[in-house]
């Protein structure tokens, strides 16, 4: 049924007549309305956001996400885990010529199974964007948009403008629904976020772009609740790309679904007693209604923008990267351009505590995006960390394991595990006796010091141009910062296929 949907979908001519469809199917009878609760709220505003409502600092800072996302998916289709998602989907699923995967000209998916791989892409290298509270919230939503969009005829296509507002419904919720928690505050340590805010900001801007009446919007956020949540075991293992690709994938189910008629809980975001909606996942969820986009609502992508990383790792790695980046300057002065591992006595490193990112020995290049001290020593030894630090031949260099050797870690108590305070310091004692020191209190690329226009560009172009031809690679930079002039997105869809 669901494919016979997609394939009905793609038939439509205008996005007035999607919502025609949808209406007809439902066989929607208009009710009065109940008391306004969360849940509904929220639905409401995912139907109501214009064009209007998004702030010149909203669309600038949410092109820069889309094209990032873009570029960092682009460059994970160059790695094994997504080959292996890649593999599961065309022996597992029958063959379909809808929505494009990238890097892999000629190989079309189903929407959902296009969003999925474009997903897992997007996080393969642990590349992408990362907002506070802490989620990476472009890949879940990105690749979903992409496939919707690339699923609808050529004389349908949504305008930039409405890629763009679907987008920011999806951020805009996630975002929201974190911020009914203090425990989201802090670098997690139960579930991994995107795989719950993630999904219900995909289903989101799905539900936008496919302009769904508010009651199918809530529905979708609903739908979306039962087919969210990962647990962290599975970080720093091929498996974590997963969280996003099925962020990204269930969240377009769930909207589809919505399209149908599914019908979910009402009250999935509200507090109920005795029932677990939305707050099972945070223990101290507080929620309240969102208001409309009419009264002066305020986007938070407003308020603060996200993180980009300048190398594929861990967020967290990028204070420990930059502290010892410093170290390694002081190093390269003393030496006179050699650093000699034999020649450091200890290495001691303040950084917050969280287990799964303190990994003393990484044994595979997904380990090593998670280990603060293999980013500090790759640091140290060549200045910086690239997305060459995680080949296998630079993993095993046996300078890299001396230092490895020498690492010792400590938490201090006014360094919390909160991307909005953390810092992180190294300190190298030399066999000397001499002792250098580096601090990084807000690393380039982080939300209070972004990374320049000029910098994100270089990034895209870079990773982009790992599976795409220079004049496509221009083509696609063009598309996304004049995205919101376009009338058909087809420019932005063009050059990934």
């Known amino acids: 049924m669901l494919y016979k949907l997609q394939r009905s979908i793609c038939q439509i001519t205008t996005p007035s007549v999607v919502r025609a469809l949808h209406k007809?199917?439902?066989?929607?009878?208009?009710?009065?309305?109940?008391?306004?609760?969360?849940?509904?709220?929220?639905?409401?505003?995912i139907q109501s956001v214009q064009p209007r409502h998004l702030s010149p600092t909203v669309l600038e800072r949410s092109k820069r996400m889309v094209l990032d996302s873009i570029g960092v998916g682009l460059l994970g289709s160059s790695t094994e885990v997504f080959e292996l998602a890649l593999q599961h989907c065309q022996h597992m699923y029958a063959p379909d010529d809808i929505s494009f995967v990238y890097g892999r000209s000629g190989t079309r998916f189903s929407p959902t199974l296009a969003a999925f791989v474009n997903?897992?892409?997007?996080h393969s290298m642990d590349f992408d964007d990362t907002w506070h509270p802490a989620t990476h919230p472009s890949g879940a939503v990105i690749p979903a948009l992409l496939a919707i969009s690339d699923m609808l005829p050529s004389n349908s296509k949504p305008s930039g403008l409405d890629f763009l507002v679907a987008f920011n419904v999806g951020i805009e919720i996630q975002g929201r629904l974190l911020r009914f928690s203090n425990e989201a505050l802090n670098i997690p340590k139960r579930f991994h976020p995107p795989t719950v805010v993630g999904t219900m900001g995909s289903a989101a801007a799905c539900a936008s772009l496919l302009s769904l009446d508010h009651s199918q919007c809530s529905n979708a956020l609903a739908i979306a609740a039962s087919l969210a949540g990962a647990p962290?075991?599975?970080?720093?293992?091929?498996?974590?790309?997963?969280?996003?690709?099925?962020?990204?994938?269930?969240?377009?189910?769930?909207?589809?679904?919505?399209?149908?008629?599914?019908?979910?809980?009402?009250?999935?975001?509200?507090?109920?007693?005795?029932?677990?909606?939305?707050?099972?996942?945070?223990?101290?969820?507080?929620?309240?209604?969102?208001?409309?986009?009419?009264?002066?609502?305020?986007?938070?992508?407003e308020e603060q923008d996200v993180a980009f990383k300048r190398f594929p790792a861990h967020l967290g790695m990028h204070w420990v990267a930059d502290a010892a980046g410093t170290v390694h300057k002081a190093l390269t002065g003393l030496s006179g351009g050699n650093i000699n591992p034999s020649s450091v006595r200890d290495i001691l490193l303040s950084v917050p505590h969280s287990k799964y990112i303190n990994r003393p020995f990484p044994e595979s290049e997904h380990q090593a995006r998670h280990s603060f001290q293999f980013n500090a020593c790759t640091a140290l030894l060549d200045g910086e960390v690239t997305v060459s630090s995680f080949q296998p031949k630079a993993l095993m260099r046996p300078e890299l394991h001396v230092l490895l050797s020498r690492v010792r870690v400590e938490h201090p108590h006014d360094n919390p595990a909160s991307f909005d305070r953390m810092y992180g310091e190294v300190q190298v004692t030399l066999a000397t006796g001499d002792v250098l020191w580096g601090r990084c209190d807000t690393f380039y690329g982080h939300w209070r010091n972004p990374l320049s226009n000029e910098s994100l560009h270089k990034k895209f172009r870079n990773n982009a141009s790992t599976v795409l031809a220079p004049e496509k690679v221009d083509r696609l930079l063009e598309a996304v910062e004049g995205l919101e002039y376009l009338a058909n997105c087809k420019p932005l869809l063009v050059p990934l296929q």
């Open 24 to 45: 007809s199917a439902l066989g929607v009878v208009e009710r009065p309305a109940p008391e306004e609760t969360v849940t509904s709220s929220f639905g409401r505003f």
């Open 119 to 122: 997903g897992v892409a997007a």
């Open 232 to 301: 962290m075991a599975n970080a720093a293992t091929q498996s974590k790309p997963l969280h996003i690709g099925n962020a990204s994938r269930l969240g377009l189910e769930a909207a589809l679904l919505a399209s149908r008629g599914l019908e979910a809980s009402p009250l999935i975001l509200d507090t109920v007693p005795g029932v677990a909606g939305f707050g099972a996942f945070f223990e101290d969820y507080m929620p309240h209604p969102l208001g409309s986009p009419e009264d002066e609502h305020r986007f938070l992508l």
